[in-house]
C-alpha cells in the first residue's frame, strides 16, 4: 500500500515537473514571437509602410490564443 502511495505522488510529481517544463517552453516561444513582430513593425514603419494590417493581426492571435 505504502509503494503504491510513494509511485502516485512520484507520477503526480513528475506529471506537475512536466507540465512546468511545456508551460515555460511556450512562455518561451510566444516572447520570441512578439520580439520577431515588433521587428518587423519597426522594418515596416522605418520603410514608411502601414503597420495597421500587422497590428491587427498581432492583436487577432493575441485573442486566439488567450
Known amino acids: ?23 515555460a517552453l511556450a512562455d518561451q516561444e510566444e516572447k520570441a514571437y512578439y520580439s520577431y513582430a515588433e521587428r518587423c513593425i519597426k522594418e515596416w514603419q522605418a520603410a514608411g509602410k502601414n503597420i495597421k494590417p500587422l497590428l491587427i493581426e498581432l ?8
Open 1 to 23: 500500500m505504502e509503494d503504491k502511495k510513494k509511485r502516485a505522488e512520484g507520477d503526480y510529481l513528475e506529471e506537475r515537473r512536466q507540465a512546468a517544463m511545456a508551460q
Open 59 to 66: 492583436k487577432s492571435y493575441k485573442d486566439k490564443t488567450t
